[in-house]
T-cell receptor, first 111, second 113 residues
């Protein structure tokens, strides 16, 4: 089953603008994570938010979690060309062994 | 440097010829897993291991085997590869169960002809 589903599938914005991506999931979770993947490379962990947290910041990243709506959003402020990548959310379905990734959002930052 | 190392990075093989993709981590992590990534399908977990000699099926285990004889190594074995196993494969490790941050290898692009 596909737990995390990112929205939109693709996003193009001008450099300097903010980018927002969303993730929805189906069951209860212990925590939710966001990862970045540059084309064809390994995934890099960005941020982890626990089920009892509502918002978390890391540099230009802001993540929110709404467990009542089973959704999370990733905001990248003041986007840069280097932010061009695919972004994935991942959840654990409330267990701590099987991990479910979404299909990702492809973000393209235009110069 | 903390890292997850996969080998080979690229592999072209023929249907039915057994192959092994190796994965090694130097962080003393307990949890390791394998994923495949296909266009439009995202990452799907193949197998995972919570410790030495403990392995479990993920979402798409058919056609794959794994072993965890040592903590640092978690090889992925395709006994009889088929073209539908052509994909980009990633190994990942994390400190322990509880879904902490995962560290990914650089990927293995496998083509089965």
């Amino acid at each position: 089953s596909q737990q995390g589903e990112e929205d939109p599938q693709a996003l193009s914005i001008q450099e300097g603008e903010n980018a927002t991506m969303n993730c929805s999931y189906k069951t209860s979770i212990n925590n939710l994570q966001w990862y970045r993947q540059n084309s064809g490379r390994g995934l890099v962990h960005l941020i982890l938010i626990r089920s009892n947290e509502r918002e978390k910041h890391s540099g230009r990243l802001r993540v929110t979690l709404d467990t009542s709506k089973k959704s999370s959003s990733l905001l990248i402020t003041a986007s840069r060309a280097a932010d061009t990548a695919s972004y994935f959310c991942a959840t654990d379905e409330g267990r701590d062994d099987k991990i479910i990734f979404g299909k990702g959002t492809r973000l393209h930052i235009l110069p | 440097e903390a890292q997850v190392t996969q080998n080979p990075r690229y592999l072209i093989t023929v249907t039915g010829k057994k192959l092994t993709v190796t994965c090694s981590q130097n962080m003393n992590h307990e949890y390791m897993s394998w994923y495949r990534q296909d266009p439009g399908l995202g990452l799907r977990q193949i197998y995972y291991s919570m410790n030495v000699e403990v392995t479990d099926k993920g979402d798409v285990p058919e056609g794959y085997k794994v072993s965890r004889k040592e903590k640092r190594n978690f090889p992925l074995i395709l006994e009889s590869p088929s073209p539908n196993q052509t994909s980009l494969y990633f190994c990942a490790s994390s400190e322990d169960r509880g879904f902490p941050e995962a560290f990914f290898g650089q990927g293995t692009r496998l083509t089965v002809v």
